[in-house]
């Protein structure tokens, strides 16, 4: 059971992150973003609600499927990836692909209600085809910048993520109509699930060669960078 559930952040971003999440509570209680979740159906208040469930989800694995991994041998204990040390644990013989439910789950149902929501307000696809190229744009920067671990799995730098959902949110939205609607909406929707298909789903193939434990779909390595694009999405509405 301790597999499926774990901390998948390390302690200096684990304090990053709660500040970030204090911070946004400010600005929601100071009315400051989220009317244009308000638009969409959410009050600030279930905005709030759904970033604690995607924080509080990642730390909850669903098992999918078991692989048998190739033999590997370890040349170190510890790996450096943009500035960051991840200790690699003990290989494994197999490895559980999982599904993180803040990282994965909550997202992609999130960004399904957003896009049916967006087309029924606005009456036409224009948001749903620019958070599609969004989605496509992303998950390009992200599976360029993402790196297999072996004992660990796929890593991603935290801002690559947060950094091309805003710019696709800023720039796509003119081009959707609607800008105050449309913006949110493409960053969210474009950079979780951009991000997840990037770092995750287009790094499956490698699985077999990382001799991982557990990974972990929009899990640990992913999930800092769907957590704060969810945030950039919120602060542009």
Not at 96 to 107: D, H, K, Q, R, S
Request: hydrophobic share 55%; glycine share 10%; net charge positive.
């Amino acid at each position: 059971m301790r597999r499926y559930i774990f901390n998948p952040f390390t302690s200096l971003m684990l304090l990053l992150l709660a500040g970030i999440l204090l911070l946004f509570l400010v600005l929601l209680l100071l009315s400051l973003i989220g009317f244009t979740f308000t638009k969409l159906g959410f009050s600030p208040g279930q905005v709030l609600l759904i970033l604690f469930l995607t924080f509080a989800g990642s730390f909850v694995n669903i098992p999918l499927t078991t692989v048998c991994c190739r033999p590997i041998v370890m040349e170190t204990r510890y790996d450096r990836f943009f500035g960051l040390f991840y200790r690699i644990p003990v290989t494994s013989p197999t490895t559980i692909i999982a599904i993180n439910i803040g990282g994965a789950v909550i997202p992609l149902l999130l960004s399904l209600y957003l896009l049916s929501r967006s087309v029924s307000l606005t009456g036409g696809i224009a948001v749903l085809s620019w958070s599609l190229l969004a989605m496509l744009l992303v998950a390009a920067v992200t599976h360029l910048t993402s790196r297999p671990v072996r004992g660990l799995g796929i890593t991603t730098p935290f801002f690559i993520p947060p950094l091309a959902a805003l710019f696709c949110g800023v720039v796509f939205s003119a081009a959707a109509g609607s800008p105050e609607m449309a913006a949110p909406v493409i960053a969210y929707t474009g950079g979780t699930l951009g991000t997840i298909l990037g770092a995750d789903l287009l790094n499956l193939h490698r699985i077999q060669d990382l001799g991982a434990p557990l990974v972990s779909i929009g899990g640990a390595g992913t999930f800092d960078g769907v957590f704060l694009t969810g945030l950039i999405a919120a602060f542009l509405a």
